[in-house]
């Protein structure tokens, strides 16, 4: 595709809610990223795949926080009884590889999550 | 663990002047890479630049070039002829392999490019 795309763009959930967040990486990119970007502040990483494995999951704040790639394309990034700290920007990247030539990272535009 | 700071929460410049942005960097690592970021007020972040730490030689983009000092951890980003549309948060980033290739940002200095 064109870039990163991310659906909703905005999504507003009253506490205790569950939430689901969609993440469409650039055609045959192979690593997909997770970002968590609080008001203010750069984003954290949250989650990495390879393909559709997850390798890397260290930066999920809790186990309400999950995220799959079942086909190793698109990604979601599911949140369980979300709370008032979960609020923030959530941002997709994806790069081609992992060779030093395809380390590269595009974002999408991110979903804004606000817990009322 | 690998750590990014920026110095620099906010910073201004006339239109046409040079301006440079701060980061300092922490790490044991001996190969890795570091970042630019501009996030505009539209939110999607796009790569400035990139600098490989093997690399002695400074990146250059167009007006965007870099001051890589690898001994000193510090990685500074100089804008030339700075132009309305530069007016962003700048994020210094830090990768490197054996962390999975997963970016470490720093929190951000938002530049305001004045007419």
């Known amino acids: 595709g064109a870039g990163v795309s991310q659906s909703p763009r905005y999504k507003v959930a009253k506490r205790g809610q569950d939430v689901a967040l969609r993440c469409d990486p650039i055609?045959?990119?192979?690593?997909l990223f997770w970002y968590q970007q609080a008001l203010g502040q750069g984003p954290e990483f949250l989650t990495y795949?390879?393909?559709?494995?997850?390798?890397?999951k260290s930066g999920l704040p809790s186990d309400r926080f999950f995220a799959e790639r079942p086909e190793g394309s698109v990604s979601t990034l599911k949140i369980q009884r979300t709370q008032q700290e979960d609020s923030a920007v959530y941002l997709c990247?994806?790069?081609?590889?992992?060779?030093?030539?395809?380390?590269?990272?595009?974002f999408g535009p991110g979903t804004r999550l606000t817990v009322t | 663990a690998q750590t990014v700071t920026q110095s620099q929460p906010e910073m201004s410049v006339q239109e046409a002047e040079t301006v440079t942005l701060s980061c300092t960097y922490d790490t044991s690592e001996n190969n890795y890479y570091l970042f630019w970021y501009k996030q505009p007020p539209s939110r999607q972040m796009i790569l400035v630049i990139r600098q490989e730490a093997y690399k002695q030689q400074n990146a250059t983009e167009n007006r965007f070039s870099v001051n890589f000092q690898k001994a000193a951890k510090s990685f500074s980003l100089k804008i030339s002829d700075s132009q309305l549309g530069d007016t962003a948060m700048y994020f210094c980033?830090?990768?490197?392999?054996?962390?999975?290739?997963?970016?470490?940002f720093g929190k951000g200095t938002l530049l305001t490019v004045n007419p």
């Open positions: 990247a994806s790069s081609p590889g992992l060779s030093r030539s395809s380390y590269e990272q595009y």
């Open positions: 795949f390879q393909n559709e494995a997850q390798l890397d």
């Open positions: 980033a830090f990768m490197t392999r054996n962390s999975n290739y997963k970016l470490t």
């Open positions: 055609s045959g990119h192979v690593s």
